[in-house]
């Protein structure tokens, strides 16, 4: 992480990962190389994932960065077919004028938008939602991140090992029927 905290966003406020592009059999879900993301992106620009970002908080408050992206949000909120995806479609709808530094591909693999091969050189796994497979998240982290299971496994039995509110504790109570 501290190699996101030391990165150089070039000026801009913030720092997002854009989506995914060499999984090549997702082509026709890309919804940002269509319609109205692709004539507002346009060739210069990139559609970013919200999955994983970072700040540079001086310069986001110099340029006032919140302030312009809630006023856009009201402007935008008004019409309902409007920022399905609101934690990437705002700042993505509005990098025209203020700017995202596209971090490098592999801050956030995605199995969905990233092809395997790319994979070796991820450093956050995104357990994104697949149009094709519908496979859930859970099933999805089990089988793509080999420690899922046994950390799954462990919190299940801290769980299971939670001491028992005494204040809940039925065991003193008349009411229940004894064998």
Same mark, same amino acid.
């Given at each position: 992480m ?5 990165? &150089? ?26 319609? #109205?993301?692709a004539?507002?992106?346009? %060739? ?11 700040? &540079?908080?001086?310069?986001f ?8 992206l809630?006023?856009? #949000?009201? =402007?935008?909120?008004? &019409? ?20 995202? #530094? ?12 990233? &092809? ?7 450093k ?9 497979t519908?496979?859930?998240?859970? %099933?999805? =982290?089990?089988?793509q ?19 028992? %509110?005494?204040s809940?504790?039925d ?9």
């Amino acid at each position: 992480m501290k190699e996101l905290v030391d990165l &150089d966003l070039h000026g801009a406020p913030y720092g997002y990962t854009p989506m995914g592009d060499s999984r090549k059999e997702m082509e026709g879900f890309r919804f940002w190389k269509q319609g #109205y993301w692709a004539k507002l992106l346009g %060739d210069d620009m990139k559609y970013h994932i919200s999955a994983l970002y970072v700040i &540079d908080l001086q310069k986001f408050r110099s340029i006032g960065a919140g302030d312009r992206l809630r006023q856009h #949000y009201h =402007a935008l909120s008004a &019409d309902p077919n409007s920022l399905s995806n609101l934690d990437q479609d705002l700042p993505n709808d509005l990098q025209d004028r203020i700017k995202i #530094y596209s971090l490098p591909q592999e801050w956030l693999w995605c199995e969905t938008w990233c &092809d395997d091969e790319s994979l070796k050189k991820a450093k956050t796994i995104d357990l994104c939602n697949n149009p094709l497979t519908k496979e859930p998240k859970l %099933d999805r =982290a089990r089988r793509q991140i080999p420690e899922w299971v046994e950390y799954d496994t462990e919190i299940a039995n801290l769980l299971s090992d939670k001491p028992v %509110d005494e204040s809940t504790d039925d065991s003193n109570s008349d009411d229940h029927d004894e064998l």
